[in-house]
């Protein structure tokens, strides 16, 4: 395993996008080595300059979860919306599920199921899931007899 780091450390600093990528998955988790959520965020890091999209989603994951820095909702939206821009099926759903639970960003059940729309447009299949699980909490919130109140839309 040390060779092939080595061999990507070398395409990392010559420019290659996805040995960076790679390199951050590596530490990210553990894949034959020891986690090193440092080495991996400086990994990654080198590849979103590139626009890398899953390195961006990565980045979101690590302050999603937690992984060697502090949970941090307010670092995982940017990080998602840049993948999302590049029509990254995981970040859009991602994104739609932070509307609907409203974690870094403000409550919008519209937001939510535009963007869980889009990721299911996209081929994502886990946003259908998603979108029927905001579509039950919408008609429990809002039955046709008459508004719930208190929850945003």
Known sequence: MDGAIMMLHEAMD???IDAA???????????????DYER???AYKV??????????????????????VAVNHQQVRPWLEKAAAQDD?????ALGAMYFQ??????????????????IELGYP????????????????DPPHGPASGHPR
Request: charged share 15%; hydrophobic share 40%; proline share 2%.
């Open 14 to 16: 010559q420019g290659h």
């Open 21 to 35: 990528q790679t390199i951050g998955d590596i530490y990210c988790f553990g894949k034959g080595v020891a986690k």
């Open 40 to 42: 991996a965020m400086v």
């Open 47 to 68: 590849a979103v300059e590139g626009g890398d999209a899953l390195s961006q989603c990565q980045i979101s994951y690590v302050y999603l979860t937690g992984l060697g």
């Open 89 to 93: 099926p995981y970040a859009i759903n």
């Open 102 to 119: 409203g974690k870094g960003v403000t409550p919008s059940w519209r937001s939510a199921l535009a963007l869980s729309k889009r990721a």
């Open 126 to 141: 886990r946003a259908v899931e998603h979108m029927q699980t905001l579509t039950v909490a919408i008609q429990e919130a």
